[in-house]
Nanobody, 113 residues
Framework: VQLVESGGGSVQSGGSLRLSCAAS????????MMWYRQAPGKEHEWVAS????????DYPDSVKGRFTISRDDAKNTLYLEMNNLKPDDTAKYFC???????WGRGTQVTVSS
C-alpha cells in the first residue's frame, strides 16, 4: 500500500489549495477514503471522508462548507479542495484508506493571517 500526498503550500488567509493523494497497492475503488491533518503537538484530526464510489461524504463542522473531498477511481486518486483557508487550517495533511494501516508522508499546508 502506498499513499502519496501532494499539493500543499503556503497561502494567505482566504486562499485556496487543492490536495491530491495518489494511491497504489490496493483496490482503491473499493475502499472508503479519508483526509486527516495534524498540527504540531496535536493529534490527527479527521477533516473529510468519502465512501467507495463516492456514495457518501462527510466533514466535521470545522471545515464544512469550505473543504470538498472527491475521488477519481480511474486515476486511483483522492482530492481535497480547500477554500477560504484560515490560519487554524495550518497542518500536515494525510490521506488514509479506511481499514488499511498505512500512512503517507503528508503534505504541509501553511496559512498566514
Amino acid at each position: 500500500v502506498q499513499l502519496v500526498e501532494s499539493g500543499g503550500g503556503s497561502v494567505q488567509s482566504g486562499g485556496s489549495l487543492r490536495l491530491s493523494c495518489a494511491a497504489s497497492g490496493f483496490p482503491f475503488n473499493q475502499y472508503p477514503m479519508m483526509w486527516y491533518r495534524q498540527a504540531p503537538g496535536k493529534e490527527h484530526e479527521w477533516v473529510a471522508s468519502i465512501l467507495s464510489f463516492g456514495r457518501s461524504i462527510d466533514y466535521p463542522d470545522s471545515v464544512k462548507g469550505r473543504f470538498t473531498i472527491s475521488r477519481d477511481d480511474a486515476k486511483n486518486t483522492l482530492y481535497l479542495e480547500m477554500n477560504n483557508l484560515k490560519p487554524d487550517d495550518t497542518a500536515k495533511y494525510f490521506c488514509k484508506a479506511v481499514g488499511l494501516d498505512a500512512w503517507g508522508r503528508g503534505t504541509q499546508v501553511t496559512v498566514s493571517s
